[in-house]
C-alpha cells in the first residue's frame, strides 16, 4: 500500500529560526495538506494544495505541492512560541473524494525562547 | 475546529464495554469522516458516510465497529466489546462534498481500563 513518510520526527529550535519539514509519498497524490495539532485537540488545517507545483503562504508559513505529485514541505519562518505543535502533512491519491486522506507521523516542534 | 462537534470529549471504559461516540457536522455538511489516533502517530481513516449510508469502509475494523450517519442527528461511532487496544483518540471530519477539504472536531479520547 501507499506509505507517506514526514521528516524529521522531532526539530528543537529558537525562537526567530525557521523551520521545514517535508513529506514524501510511495505513489501520486492528488492533494496535499498540512495540518497542526495541540495537545488534545483537533488537527487545525494550515494550508491546502490542489495543484502540482503549487506554492501558498499562509502568514509565516508557506508549503509547495512537488512537481512529482509525490511530496510537499512546509516552512516556518521566524518561529515564535506558539508555533509549538505537531505538525501532520496529509494527502489524497483520490481526484474526487478528498476526505479519505493518509496522514504523516507528524514533526514535532519545540519553540525555546 | 469550525463548529464541528465531538461528544464525549472524554469516554472511559472496562474493557467489554460498549462505546458511543457522536459527531455532528458542520451545518450544511453532509459527508462525515472518520479517524483513529494512536499515542504518537498520525490519523488514520476508518469510514466514510453520507446521510443514511456508508461510502466506504475500508478503515474499519471487521469486528465490532460500526458506523452510521441517520437522516436526523449526529453520526455515531460504536465500538462493541472494547479492548485496551481501542484506546485511542477518534476524531471525525466533515465537508459539504466529497471534492471539498474536510474540517476536523476536537476529537473524543476513549481509554478502556
Known amino acids: 500500500g501507499q506509505q507517506l513518510n514526514q521528516s524529521p520526527q522531532s526539530m528543537f529550535i529558537q525562537e526567530g529560526e525557521d523551520v521545514s519539514m517535508n513529506c514524501t509519498s510511495s505513489s501520486i497524490f492528488n492533494t496535499w495538506l498540512w495540518y497542526k495539532q495541540d495537545p488534545g485537540e483537533g488537527p487545525v488545517l494550515l494550508i491546502a494544495l490542489y495543484k502540482a507545483g503549487e506554492l501558498t503562504s499562509n502568514g509565516r508559513l508557506t508549503a509547495q505541492f512537488g512537481i512529482t505529485r509525490k511530496d510537499s514541505f512546509l516552512n516556518i519562518s521566524a518561529s515564535i512560541p506558539s508555533d509549538v505543535g505537531i505538525y501532520f502533512c496529509?494527502?489524497?491519491?483520490?481526484?474526487?473524494?478528498?476526505?479519505?486522506?493518509?496522514f504523516g507521523a507528524g514533526t514535532q516542534v519545540v519553540v525555546t525562547p | 475546529n469550525a463548529g464541528v462537534m465531538q461528544n464525549p470529549r472524554h469516554l472511559v471504559r472496562r474493557r467489554g464495554q460498549e462505546a458511543r461516540l457522536r459527531c455532528s457536522p458542520m451545518k450544511g455538511h453532509s459527508h462525515v469522516y472518520w479517524y483513529r489516533q494512536l499515542p504518537e502517530e498520525g490519523l488514520k481513516f476508518m469510514v466514510y458516510l453520507q446521510k443514511e449510508n456508508i461510502i466506504d469502509e475500508s478503515g474499519m475494523p471487521k469486528e465490532r465497529f460500526s458506523a452510521e450517519f441517520p437522516k436526523e442527528g449526529p453520526s455515531i461511532l460504536r465500538i462493541q466489546q472494547v479492548v485496551r487496544g481501542d484506546s485511542a483518540a477518534y476524531f471525525c471530519?466533515?465537508?459539504?462534498?466529497?471534492?471539498?477539504?474536510?474540517?476536523f472536531g476536537e476529537g473524543s479520547w476513549l481509554t478502556v481500563v
Open positions: 496529509a494527502g489524497s491519491p483520490s481526484t474526487d473524494s478528498w476526505g479519505k486522506l493518509q
Open positions: 471530519a466533515t465537508a459539504p462534498g466529497s471534492g471539498n477539504t474536510i474540517y
